[in-house]
DNA sequence: CAACCACTTTACGTTAACGTCAACGTCGTC
DNA sequence: GACGACGTTGACGTTAACGTAAAGTGGTTG
């Protein structure tokens, strides 16, 4: 406390391994683009559960994961509860039963269509964006020539 | 009204070129698995625009593709103000000026590079559905020799 | 020590995308 | 001519996923 050695406890994280680091919520927020209030609910959601000293947070490699798997879900369209719900199963996985397995398995191989559909949609998407584009090019093109 | 020749108006439609065919409210609602409830909002939104016959809505191929591109850009995030967006300058392209042409050429590069982002989520979230379905597999293994 | 962060909880507000219900009109049919 | 299936408008309700404001705590910095 006496000596002023430059550990500044927050800025010393910089080159530590990966492993090892912790982060505040401030930070997390700011490495993906959400507000602290998000990760909050997001832990109300049973989403994550971060260790506590005292009142504060703090986050470890797990729970950054585990937030960057939610906003991945998120963009893929899946609702919070079905994130939760895999991540309740993929923990209680090495000492589940084989009837919580089995619907695991069902439910992955429900979110694998999903994913099915969804790189068909955007093949889809992007040929209708091509001829979309063309069309407007074609017209901007006239418009050029007057 | 006498003759009773099986002319049950809507069951006629069974086989027609397509592009002369129309659609009832209820028949757009069942063929997409949507309620009546939906395409009316959409409408509402702006999104669709159908003739009326009296009160009623009739629906023509033109309704019934913008319907299924809506549902599609759905499935892939999009808001329904940003479709309508789109779906609006393609409606005003012919017309359109230079400053609106580029402004939906941007809207179109941002969409691509949605997808973009999208397939890369995609490929990633496979790869860990891969992961637990591995892991869960393994688990359920071991507990089936006891 | 005062000022200033960053963090906390509590609670109410907001937006998008419909659901639901009431109250009514219009066919075709039994 | 009652009935059921389908359509209409209008209005209020609901859910998910946060936003926002209030009021307090704890550490460091000039």
């Given at each position: ?5 430059p550990e500044a406890t927050l800025a010393l994280n910089g080159s530590l391994p990966r492993h090892r680091r912790t982060y505040s919520?401030?930070e ?30 703090i986050y470890h490699e797990?729970?950054r ?82």
């Amino acid at each position: 406390m006496s000596t002023p050695k430059p550990e500044a406890t927050l800025a010393l994280n910089g080159s530590l391994p990966r492993h090892r680091r912790t982060y505040s919520i401030g930070e997390l927020a700011r490495m993906f683009e959400v507000t602290p209030r998000t990760i909050r609910f997001y832990e109300q959601e049973g989403l994550l559960a971060p260790e506590r000293r005292g009142q504060t947070r703090i986050y470890h490699e797990k729970d950054r994961v585990r937030l960057k798997l939610t906003l991945r879900g998120k963009r893929l369209g899946f609702s919070l509860a079905e994130i939760r719900e895999v991540i309740e199963m993929y923990d209680a996985m090495p000492d589940g039963n084989a009837r919580q397995l089995r619907r695991l398995l069902e439910i992955l191989a429900d979110k694998r269509n999903n994913m099915e559909r969804q790189l068909e949609d955007i093949r889809l998407m992007q040929r209708e964006l091509d001829d979309v584009e063309t069309r407007a090019r074609e017209v901007l093109e006239r418009l050029g020539h007057h």
